[in-house]
T-cell receptor, first 118, second 111 residues
Framework: GAVVSQHPSRVICKSGTSVKIECRSL??????MFWYRQFPKQSLMLMAT?????????EQGVEKDKFLINHASLTLSTLTVTSAHPEDSSFYIC??????????????FGPGTRLTVT | GENVEQHPSTLSVQEGDSAVIKCTYS??????FPWYKQELGKGPQLIID?????GEKKDQRIAVTLNKTAKHFSLHITETQPEDSAVYFC??????????FGAGTQVVVTP
């Protein structure tokens, strides 16, 4: 079954408003989570690394004041798209690494959130 | 940083035939190579992965091979079925680090 959930699965908002997306690890704790954005027919592009108890780390070119990330607990990270514009319309996906034994981990993805800004 | 290249971008196969997708990576420090299947409108699903201390791994109809010297790894799907149709992504990372994805391969299995 699913190990990472996202909410909402789909959201439509008006230009200028803010939207919050939640990402939860369901049966394990995740001190780190990742947020990706995916445009149609393209690959996943990492936006930021969410760290529990500290500030998120943003990839080059991603505006930290526009995409606010809060890692509220060991199972929850939120991404808030502030002052959304039509060009922010995309598929947002989170992921979390889960220990797989030894020193390794497997990274599981949420089902994604389709954001449409009108 | 890491750069992952994936080929082909599209792959059409007859049901029952095999499909092979190849990826290369640039960072010799990468040691974890997962493969994901993504269906339309859904998040990527981990289907198989391999670590750099292993050369090959198999799970039923799916297998992955890794050549550390050449820095490339491949996904093999045998006896393809229509439900194998999806976009497949390879990725590379270091242990618990962030994943760098390939561009994806659209696989179409025709009955």
């Amino acid at each position: 079954g699913a190990v990472v959930s996202q909410h909402p699965s789909r959201v439509i908002c008006k230009s200028g408003t803010s939207v919050k997306i939640e990402c939860r690890s369901l049966d394990f704790q995740a001190t780190t989570m990742f947020w990706y954005r995916q445009f149609p027919k393209q690959s996943l592009m990492l936006m930021a690394t969410s760290n529990e108890g500290s500030k998120a780390t943003y990839e080059q070119g991603v505006e930290k004041d526009k995409f606010l990330i809060n890692h509220a607990s060991l199972t929850l990270s939120t991404l808030t798209v502030t002052s959304a514009h039509p060009e922010d319309s995309s598929f947002y996906i989170c992921s979390a690494p889960r220990a797989s034994g030894g020193s390794g981990s497997e990274q599981y993805f949420g089902p994604g959130t389709r954001l449409t800004v009108t | 940083g890491e750069n992952v290249e994936q080929h082909p971008s599209t792959l059409s196969v007859q049901e029952g035939d095999s499909a092979v997708i190849k990826c290369t990576y640039s960072d010799s420090a990468s040691n974890y190579f997962p493969w994901y299947k993504q269906e339309l409108g859904k998040g990527p699903q981990l289907i198989i992965d391999i670590r750099s201390n292993v050369g090959e791994k198999k799970d039923q109809r799916i297998a992955v091979t890794l050549n550390k010297t050449a820095k490339h790894f491949s996904l093999h799907i045998t006896e393809t079925q229509p439900e194998d149709s999806a976009v497949y992504f390879c990725a590379a990372s270091k242990s618990w680090g962030k994943l760098q994805f390939g561009a994806g391969t659209q696989v179409v299995v025709t009955p």
